[in-house]
């Protein structure tokens, strides 16, 4: 589902998403900001789904998520290609 939402954005289409979500403007995203991002893409969680993968994104198991985090576990999963090779 989210591959599809993301195909023909580019990187700079990315951190205007991060940004829009960030609505704190902490750098970081937390399971709330996250599901909003997602839900404005078009990509519909439950709770449950969004700590899954708060979980499986947060790489440094601090609770939140950083930019850097949210691009390399899309890049690590093929959901988003700089270079739209995936596509």
Do not use: C
Request: proline residues 1%; without cysteine.
């Amino acid at each position: 589902r989210i591959k599809g939402k993301l195909a023909g954005i580019d990187e700079d289409g990315i951190h205007e998403m991060w940004t829009a979500a960030d609505y704190d403007h902490s750098g970081y995203m937390d399971a709330a900001e996250l599901q909003f991002m997602f839900k404005r893409l078009g990509v519909e969680m439950s709770s449950t789904q969004v700590k899954a993968l708060m979980v499986e994104i947060d790489e440094d198991k601090n609770d939140e998520i950083s930019y850097e985090e949210l691009i390399e576990w899309l890049m690590k999963n093929e959901l988003w290609d700089p270079l739209g090779s995936f596509s």
